[in-house]
């Protein structure tokens, strides 16, 4: 079974309106990190936003925000006030186990969405 | 701060020849790190994991006679493709575990992008 799914392969959004990218996960482990990643055409991974297993609220950094529905295992990624530059693709992944330096917890990746923002 | 340096950014070999990709932690240091594989249009795949002083830890269906890993300190982690195809051009990226709850668990190198001719 996948452990994470992005069931939306592409997506267009006008610019300026906001957009959500759907995310669930699998897993038994009580433990666990999730993390939205960006990859423009260059290729790097930027960090976007985290949510961790045990946090009580729902994580924001500036225009992005994570929806995290603990019971339906879902964790979408929000982004408001859409910009041409936020055309990419995104990726949203998870770590199981407790974040231990050197504890070998390799992030899974889900296989992404690509959003294009339309001016 | 947090920051993992990557070379080459592009590559292209011959076939048969081996390609070396270094993965550098400039300012912290990587007990783990993790080498991806990520093909056009797809997600990221894990090959395998490196501790430093170890040997790696290469995931299912991973040659690791043809991707060497050495992570022979806390600040160098490198992949050796050899002997290499054409089926082995592809988005090769690092990833080094600092640890801890948050964002900086991992940080990203930039990534290479090899081509075999």
């Known amino acids: 079974a996948q452990k994470i799914t992005q069931t939306q392969p592409g997506m267009f959004v006008q610019e300026k309106e906001a957009v959500t990218l759907d995310c669930t996960y699998d897993?038994?482990?009580?433990?666990?990190?999730l993390f939205w990643y960006k990859q423009p055409s260059s290729g790097e991974m930027i960090f976007l936003i985290y949510?961790?297993?045990?946090?009580?609220q729902n994580a924001t950094e500036g225009r992005y925000s994570l929806n995290f529905q603990k019971a339906r295992k879902s964790a979408n990624l929000v982004i408001s006030a859409s910009q041409l530059g936020d055309s990419a693709m995104y990726f949203c992944a998870m770590r199981e186990g407790r974040a231990v330096r050197g504890a070998g917890n390799m992030l899974t990746f889900g296989g992404g969405t690509r959003l294009m923002v339309k001016p | 701060g947090a920051v993992v340096s990557q070379h080459p950014s592009r590559v292209i070999c011959k076939s048969g020849t081996s390609v070396k990709i270094e993965c550098r932690s400039l300012?912290?240091?990587?007990?783990?790190m993790f080498w991806y594989r990520q093909f056009p249009k797809q997600s990221l795949m894990l090959m395998a994991t490196?501790?430093?002083?170890?040997?790696?830890?290469?995931e299912q269906g991973v040659e690791k006679d043809k991707f060497l890993i050495n992570h022979a300190s806390l600040t160098l982690s490198t992949l050796t493709v050899t002997s290499a195809h054409p089926e082995d051009s592809s988005f090769y990226i690092c990833?080094?575990?600092?640890?801890?709850?948050?964002?900086?668990?991992?940080?990203f190198g930039s990534g290479t992008r090899l081509t075999v001719v």
């Open positions: 897993t038994s482990d009580p433990s666990y990190g």
């Open positions: 300012d912290f240091q990587a007990t783990t």
């Open positions: 949510q961790g297993s045990y946090d009580q």
């Open positions: 990833s080094a575990d600092r640890g801890g709850p948050h964002n900086y668990g991992y940080t």
């Open positions: 490196s501790n430093e002083g170890s040997k790696a830890t290469y």
